[in-house]
């Protein structure tokens, strides 16, 4: 039954994505309605968010964020799933990299990278940077239990990459340590802002709650790689959305 409704979903999807995006950005207002206004999804789990994020501002000013937030939300997802029938050339028009140099450096250099960012932006068309690496990059992803949206997320995320591999949060070590001892140069590209087990040692005071992060990028392959850090400018709308990276001291 599962399988009939993957297809039947990813039919409709296949189908809508056939659409300019300036009409899918409607179709992501339509849906901003559905799930803020009428379905509600989570509203309270992100209002209560950032009340504790944000306790110095007004209540309608948290309102205005967790709008946008929202807006974001549903923009996210169609553009997402508008990579099934981007060509090459229009996704590599999604960002620019204000400063490849930064990575292509360490390229020269001989040495490996490790780039660590988070899900900002549209980390889903993060990879039309490749165009400006000159390493193979190692982009991190985690496994979803149903297996047809799984491949088909791979799939996505796999269509315009050609010097890139999708290597599973289950797998990593053993991949980074395999691309090391073959003296390939890499940029192993993590997502730091998972949710890391409960009883992970690194707790740290985050928007005012205490929060568990990863801090195995500094701690596992320093000796071995550059560890650098990514950050997106501009919303996804914008004609020019721009990507920075800098080096971790």
């Not at 985690?142 to 591999?165: F, M, W």
């Not at 289950?170 to 691309?179: G, Q, S, T």
């Not at 040692?201 to 650098?228: D, Q, V």
Request: net charge positive; with cysteine.
């Amino acid at each position: 039954m599962r399988f009939f409704a993957f297809y039947i979903a990813y039919s409709f999807l296949w189908l809508i994505t056939l659409l300019p995006l300036s009409v899918l950005y409607v179709f992501s207002d339509l849906f901003y309605f559905f799930i803020y206004r009428l379905l509600r999804y989570r509203r309270k789990v992100v209002s209560e968010n950032l009340r504790f994020a944000f306790p110095e501002k007004p209540a309608d000013e948290r309102s205005k964020i967790e709008k946008a937030f929202y807006h974001h939300f549903c923009d996210f997802l169609f553009e997402s799933i508008k990579t099934l029938h981007l060509s090459k050339a229009q996704f590599n028009k999604r960002f620019v990299f204000l400063n490849p140099e930064t990575l292509n450096d360490y390229h020269q250099k001989k040495q490996s990278v490790v780039l660590v960012s988070g899900h900002y932006g549209n980390w889903e068309w993060m990879a039309s940077a490749e165009k400006y690496i000159r390493h193979k990059y190692l982009a991190i992803y985690k496994p979803l239990a149903n297996k047809q949206y799984d491949r088909l997320i791979k799939n996505i995320r796999k269509k315009h990459t050609s010097v890139g591999e999708l290597v599973s949060m289950n797998d990593v070590y053993k991949e980074i340590l395999r691309h090391i001892r073959s003296n390939q140069l890499i940029v192993t590209w993590f997502l730091g802002d998972q949710s890391p087990p409960k009883d992970y040692p690194l707790w740290i005071n985050f928007m005012n709650r205490e929060t568990p992060f990863y801090k195995g990028a500094t701690m596992k392959w320093s000796s071995h790689h550059c560890l650098m850090n990514l950050k997106k400018h501009l919303k996804m709308k914008s004609p020019l959305p721009m990507l920075k990276c800098w080096k971790i001291p």
